[in-house]
T-cell receptor, first 110, second 115 residues
């Protein structure tokens, strides 16, 4: 099946810093989403981005499908950005099977 | 309303108990999902229902029994679980176009402990 790798696995930032999280995937996809899981376990959908670039406030994401990677940018980080960021993909022949990467654990210090 | 509601939030059960997890959405979505998440691991897909029919079962043991009574509700019936089944159980929904490739919305999960 499709493999999803995220980097870095852990990241510590000072409040106000910027960061880039990366997601590599092993095969063509027709669905890619970024999620933030807060310390209480809630998974929030940040972006649905199988290709192209999107922005939402301090967050933006870019997916280059032909090169099989996606990037999530966090600017001016805040303590509330702490948690785990997951990339999830669905292969071309795998309808409804969204597979998660292992995540990037982010801690933003005040 | 963009919410997926799961109950209960926490559940402790013995290995001989029978319990059910419930999930509800009112977004008109026609695809609903169960995921299992162990501590410090990513969510793993268990089941997918599309238009109230089971379309994906990821080789889940029969002690987990899903049910989709209608397009808004999804249950997960639990029986004779093992301690290693302790995890966060997440429900999700998506529009359900029939071809996948959709944005998922997750509930806040049920934290299950099996003693």
């Amino acid at each position: 099946g499709i493999q999803v790798e995220q980097s870095p696995p852990d990241l510590i930032l000072q409040e106000g810093a910027n960061s880039t999280l990366r997601c590599n995937f092993s095969d063509s996809v027709n669905n890619l989403q970024w999620f933030h899981q807060n310390p209480w376990g809630q998974l929030i959908n940040l972006f649905y981005i199988p290709s192209g670039t999107k922005q939402n406030g301090r967050l933006s994401a870019t997916t280059v499908a032909t090169e099989r990677y996606s990037l999530l940018y966090i600017s001016s980080s805040q303590t509330t950005d702490s948690g785990v960021y997951f990339c999830a993909v669905e292969g071309m022949d795998s309808s409804y099977k969204l597979i998660f990467g292992s995540g990037t654990r982010l801690l933003v210090r005040p | 309303d963009t919410e997926v509601t799961q109950t209960p939030k926490h559940l402790v059960m013995g290995m001989t108990n029978k319990k059910s997890l419930k999930c509800e959405q009112h977004m008109g979505h026609r695809a609903m999902y169960w995921y299992k998440q162990k501590a410090k691991k990513p969510p793993e897909l268990m089941f997918v229902y599309s238009y109230e029919k089971l379309s994906i079962n990821e080789s889940v043991p029969s002690r987990f029994s899903p049910e989709c009574p209608n397009s808004s509700l999804l249950n997960l019936h639990l029986h004779a679980l093992q301690p290693e089944d302790s995890a966060l159980y997440l429900c999700a929904s998506s529009q359900g176009s029939g071809t996948g490739n959709e944005k998922l919305f997750f509930g806040s999960g049920t934290q299950l402990s099996v003693l």
